[in-house]
Each structure stands twice: as structure tokens, then as C-alpha cells.
Nanobody, 111 residues
Framework: QVQLVESGGGLVQPGGSLRLSCAASGFTFSLYTMSWFRQAPGKEREFVAR???????NYADSVKGRFTISRDNAKNTVYLQMNSLKPEDTAVYYC?????WGQGTQVTVSS
């Protein structure tokens, strides 16, 4: 049974940082690309970042240079380090594997 469990969200001031984690189970984590998406209120879910099994990375233009995706295959965990956060980064952040999603973690950027 596949499980994706996100954590690390919260309230942060503009310019601040957060690190999200997604603990995966139920599949051979090291073999697969993992992705982060986000959904802001009233908007569609959008791609944020992905990391391949070979640790190649891709980012949405809106987060490039501020967010870093990484993975720890020993812990079956993918991370999203978010720096220089802006109010427009406020959203529920979801971890994704193939067509599976976690429950999401809320990130709110506000003063």
C-alpha cells in the first residue's frame, strides 16, 4: 500500500524559510522520480519541482533559485527546501509519485 506523508508546513514571514518532507512507503523509492506540487486557494494544482532517480532536478520558473528539491533514498524521503518565501507561495504543498498524492501540508507566508 503506497503512502506519501508530508510534513514541515507552517506559518512563516516573507523572506523566511521552510523545509518540507515527504516520507514514502509501499514502493521502491530509489527507482522513481518524485515531485512536489502546490495548490493555492481558488487555483489549480501546479507543478513545483521534481527529482529523478538519478537526482536530476526540474523547477517551476516561479520557484527557481529559491527552492531546492532533494532526496534521501536511505530514508525513503524527499525534501523541499524553500527559501526567500513570498506571500504568493502560500498553498497546500503535495508530494507526488506517479498518480498518487499525499494529504498535503499547508504553507502560509504572511507578516
Amino acid at each position: 500500500q503506497v503512502q506519501l506523508v508530508e510534513s514541515g508546513g507552517g506559518l512563516v514571514q516573507p523572506g523566511g524559510s521552510l523545509r518540507l518532507s515527504c516520507a514514502a512507503s509501499g514502493f521502491t523509492f530509489s527507482l522513481y522520480t518524485m515531485s512536489w506540487f502546490r495548490q493555492a486557494p481558488g487555483k489549480e494544482r501546479e507543478f513545483v519541482a521534481r527529482i529523478t532517480s538519478a537526482r536530476g532536478t526540474n523547477y517551476a520558473d516561479s520557484v527557481k533559485g529559491r527552492f531546492t528539491i532533494s532526496r534521501d533514498n536511505a530514508k525513503n524521503t524527499v525534501y523541499l527546501q524553500m527559501n526567500s518565501l513570498k506571500p504568493e507561495d502560500t498553498a497546500v504543498y503535495y508530494c507526488s509519485w506517479l498518480n498518487k498524492w499525499g494529504q498535503g501540508t499547508q504553507v502560509t507566508v504572511s507578516s
